[in-house]
């Protein structure tokens, strides 16, 4: 059975950064294109980025130009470096395959950036 297991969210001042990791156990997805998606209160999860397997990577557009994400594929990690954070990014972060999402959703990591 694959795990996602993401990590790396906390509190974080406006303006500041955050890097999310999210390894997968269990799974190659080496070979499929990865997602971040986040979730705010009382709003739909929503894709933030993806990322083939050959690196290419596209972003939503609140966030293009401060996320970067990338991908470790021998490692089996992902993971999403956010930079000049605003308080409309606070959410919960979560990982998975890029449409659709293939493995159970993981716990997610919670970013909350408030002063």
């Known amino acids: 059975q694959v795990q996602l297991v993401e990590s790396g969210g906390g509190l974080v001042q406006p303006g500041g950064s955050l890097r999310l990791s999210c390894a997968g156990s269990?799974?190659?997805?080496?070979?499929?294109?990865m997602a971040w998606y986040r979730q705010a209160p009382g709003k739909q999860r929503a894709l933030v980025a993806f990322?083939?397997?050959?690196?290419?990577?596209y972003y939503a557009d609140s966030v293009k130009g401060r996320f970067t994400i990338s991908r470790d594929n021998a490692k089996n990690t992902v993971y999403l470096q956010m930079n000049s954070l605003k308080p409309e990014d606070t959410a919960h972060y979560y990982c998975?395959?890029?449409?659709?999402?293939?493995?159970?959703w993981g716990q997610g990591t919670q970013a909350t950036v408030s002063s």
């Open positions: 990322i083939l397997s050959g690196g290419t990577s």
């Open positions: 998975n395959t890029y449409s659709p999402p293939r493995y159970p």
């Open positions: 269990g799974s190659n997805f080496s070979i499929y294109p």
